[in-house]
C-alpha cells in the first residue's frame, strides 16, 4: 500500500472530453435528450480521481470506485468540452475520499464525493472472474 506521505491530502487529477453523440442521455439509454448524460459524467469524476492517483500507487496495487454521490447541475451540450477534477480529502487505511467537481466551458456541472479503496489487483481480478462458471 502506498505510504500516507505519497497520498497526500490536496492529491489532484483531472480528466477532459468533448461531448459527443455517443456520450448523449439519448445514445446510453439514460434520457431523451441530446445532451452529456449523467452516466458520462460520472465516468470522467472516476477519471479524474484515477488520474490523482496516476505514479503514486505502487506495482500490483490499483484502486477500485466503490461509492459516488454526485449532482448533476447544468446541461451540456454536444460538441463542448467537460473538464472534471478529483482532489484527495481523506485517507483511512485504504478507503480515499475525494471531492470532485466538472466544468464545461460556461459553468459548472458537476459536484460531489467520489471514494476508492486501494486493492491488490491481481487478487481482485481474480476473484471478479471467480464468478465465472
Known amino acids: 500500500m502506498p505510504d500516507e506521505m505519497t497520498l497526500r491530502l490536496g492529491l489532484t487529477g483531472e480528466a477532459s472530453v468533448t461531448v459527443t453523440d455517443d ?15 449523467t452516466a458520462g459524467l460520472v465516468a470522467l469524476l472516476e477519471a479524474a480521481a484515477v488520474a490523482a492517483l496516476d505514479g503514486v500507487m505502487p506495482p500490483g ?9 454526485v449532482r448533476h447541475l447544468a446541461a451540456t451540450p454536444v460538441g463542448m468540452k467537460v473538464t472534471a477534477r478529483a482532489t484527495l ?3 483511512d487505511g485504504r478507503r ?8 464545461d466551458a460556461v459553468e459548472q456541472v458537476g459536484a460531489g464525493t467520489h471514494e476508492r ?8 481480478e481474480q ?4 464468478k465465472q462458471p
Request: hydrophobic share 55%.
Open 23 to 37: 456520450l448523449s442521455a439519448i445514445a446510453l439509454g439514460t434520457g431523451t435528450v441530446r445532451v452529456y448524460s
Open 61 to 69: 496495487q490499483t484502486s477500485v470506485g466503490t461509492r459516488l454521490d
Open 89 to 91: 480529502q481523506e485517507v
Open 96 to 103: 480515499l475520499v475525494f471531492a470532485v467537481e466538472a466544468w
Open 117 to 124: 479503496f486501494i486493492v491488490d489487483a491481481e487478487r481482485f
Open 127 to 130: 476473484r471478479a472472474a471467480a
